[in-house]
């Protein structure tokens, strides 16, 4: 006992940053010994009607008390509810076909396998590669690390995955390919089709992205025209196109999914995030019939996890969705998501911020040493952590972001935050960069 004297229980390796949180109201968190602090980060990007709510807990108390647990195939009247909530109010008409899991890791892995089951269902057993994109993350299972492109977080696990084909990102500022937009045509989408035909598309089962990229490149925006392509792409080539929705969904940037403002269908579609608001773990995966049916044919499926749709999750998931659209919650996410694009006008003109960027209720803060060169810190994420402290010190918590990009800032608050919340953590965040670049 008296080895673990001082050692702190959790988290597993500790985290300078960690602060105890005995609650939370709105957008705001509360510690331990009483301060208030705004949450601009929205916690991971997810705290979507706020904190405090009582309707979903309760829910989960109903759920709870009637029923502990169902394997996952069994009905539940809460795992009704919350499909026919789902088909009926939010999910684009082509997505017929729901799988629940219980976070985005969970929900992407099954995406996954999913694109690989329906081209064996077809016969087309060669088909197993995934192209993922160089700015992405996609989760922390073996799978998800091999689409996504995290190479930090996947080093460790090298010897035990795959590496899948990444297409460039659409990083305009710094582009990859060394083009402009518009000149470019969106050459970064072209690239997609050149390594089909290297890797051959007989081996290509699926294509994963976000379209809009979250806390990987900082809310990046698609240029015009790019998801139209690579929706021809995957039609002429027969590959599955996912749309990884964990942090865009529900409202987050704009539409109730961030691809159905580019005007296009996908095969299969993630969520997590804010199909709950962070109010209990849960995640999707909607597919279409067309994906769906070989796999009915052969009498697969996606293999479920023990906690797959629990009842108590599915219950506050419905009851968040049901707030959502009582309270118009995407008419206020939009308002808002204006007036925090206005508020953070004055931050691109900021000696040490080379873009702000992002959609709706989503932004990211690219920092750099020199905003005319484009020239990083020395130390890569350094100046990302002392930012946060900093606006940490001030009471505001932003979310740190980049994998390629060195030094990115992130907010996604709540959809409720109002004026005061937005200068609050505009006003912070800019003087946190200036006090860490000091």
């Known amino acids: 006992m008296a080895a673990d004297a001082g050692k702190p229980a959790w988290p597993f390796t500790p985290w300078p940053m960690a602060l105890e949180i005995v609650g939370a109201e709105g957008c705001h968190l509360i510690t331990s010994d009483g301060r208030r602090i705004l949450d601009a980060g929205g916690g991971a990007m997810l705290v979507n009607i706020g904190h405090g709510r009582p309707e ?4 989960m108390a109903r759920a709870s008390s009637a029923l502990a647990y169902a394997v996952p195939p069994f009905v539940t009247p809460e795992r009704r509810k919350l499909v026919e909530r789902l088909k009926r109010d939010w999910l684009p008409a082509n997505l017929t076909r729901i799988f629940l899991a219980s976070g985005g890791s969970e929900a992407v892995e099954a995406a996954v396998k999913l694109a690989r089951q329906y081209h064996v269902a077809k016969g087309n057993t060669s088909r197993w590669k995934v192209i993922g994109r160089s700015f992405s993350y996609h989760g922390a299972t073996i799978a998800t690390l091999e ?4 190479t930090a977080r996947r080093a460790a696990f090298r010897s035990m995955t795959r590496e899948m084909p990444k297409a460039p ?11 402009t937009y518009p000149t470019c045509d969106v050459a970064c989408v072209d690239e997609i089709e050149a390594i089909i035909r290297r890797e051959g598309a007989d081996t290509v ?4 992205a976000e379209p809009v990229v979250g806390s990987s490149g900082g809310a990046l925006v698609p240029p015009s025209g790019y998801w139209k392509r690579l929706r021809e792409i995957c039609d002429r080539h027969d590959i599955v196109l996912i749309a990884d929705e964990v942090i865009s969904g529900f409202g987050r940037t704009g539409p109730r999914f961030a691809h159905e403002a580019e005007c296009i269908e996908v095969d299969v579609m993630v969520s997590a995030k804010g199909m709950s608001g962070g109010y209990a773990p849960i995640g999707g995966v909607f597919a279409s019939d067309r994906i769906a049916e070989p796999l009915a044919r052969i009498g ?7 906690y797959s749709a629990h009842p108590a999750a599915c219950a506050a998931a419905d009851e968040v969705l049901r707030i959502m659209s009582d309270e118009d919650m995407l008419a206020k996410a939009s308002a808002a998501g204006e007036k925090l694009e206005r508020r953070l006008q004055s931050l ?25 060169t484009l020239e990083p810190f020395a130390a890569p994420g350094s100046m990302t952590n002392k930012v946060m402290k900093h606006a940490l010190d001030n009471d505001v918590w932003v979310y740190p972001g980049g994998i390629g990009v060195t030094d990115l800032l992130m907010l996604g608050p709540p959809f409720i935050s109002g004026d005061d919340e937005i200068e609050t953590m505009c006003a912070v965040l800019e003087r946190a960069i200036d006090q860490a670049v000091a």
Do not use: S
């Open 348 to 372: 691109k003109q900021h000696p040490n911020v080379a873009e702000v960027r992002g959609r709706g209720m989503l932004w990211g803060i690219e920092v750099v040493k020199d905003r005319e």
């Open 147 to 150: 689409v996504g492109g995290h």
């Open 205 to 208: 089962a699926g294509i994963i």
């Open 169 to 179: 990102a659409h990083y305009c500022l710094r582009c990859p390919l060394g083009k």
């Open 300 to 306: 697969d499926a996606p293999m479920f996890y023990t």
């Open 56 to 59: 979903p807990g309760a829910a």
